[in-house]
């Protein structure tokens, strides 16, 4: 698919039919992750590939917005492997793990897998349900499958401000 198709056409799917992605499918939006820039290259993400009965349930008692998907992806990153900031007041867990899921949601809608991306959940809540390793912290969670025949975009999917309101030239 063209890369701007891949941007058009994606959006936050609400409602699955539950079916699973092929194998094939998700190696290559996991590859797609493996292949997100970090900084330093440090690559401290984490994908958790929750597929399981039991994993699936888990995320169902973390958030009720698995709207049906057969997979969900947990992407967290390893606070130890940081690159911290000249100043020492950020680090890049929370962008690096977001170029990752980002690379993941797009690499998804581009072989045909539709997706959501989770942020209503507590993070250290998910740590726990998941069994994650001290270390790690839960940026999001991204379903993956396909549509269900009414599944649509929201209806104000296509609301956009216009760049002069969001783009500043100096």
């Known amino acids: 698919m063209e890369f701007t198709d891949v941007i058009r056409t994606r959006y936050a799917c609400k409602k699955f039919d539950g079916r699973r992605i092929t194998k094939e499918q998700l190696e290559a939006i996991l590859e797609a992750g493996r292949l997100a820039p970090t900084a330093k290259n440090l690559q401290e993400q984490r994908i958790y590939v929750l597929q399981s009965d039991e994993a699936l349930a888990a995320v169902d008692r973390l958030t009720p917005c698995r709207y049906n998907a057969g997979i969900v992806l947990a992407v967290a990153f390893d606070t130890t492997r940081v690159f911290t900031y000249p100043g020492g007041k950020r680090d890049s867990g929370i962008e ?21 991306w989770l942020n209503f959940f507590d993070p250290e809540q998910a740590a726990r349900e998941l069994n994650l390793p001290p270390q790690e912290e839960v940026l999001m969670l991204l379903d993956l499958g396909y549509a269900a025949e009414d599944g649509k975009p929201l209806e104000n999917h296509g609301l956009r401000r216009p760049l002069s309101e969001t783009v500043v030239y100096r």
Do not use: E, F
Not at 96 to 116: F, K, P, Q, Y
């Open 96 to 116: 690096d793990a977001s170029i990752v899921a980002t690379h993941m949601m797009l690499a998804a809608r581009n072989a045909g897998v539709d997706s959501c």
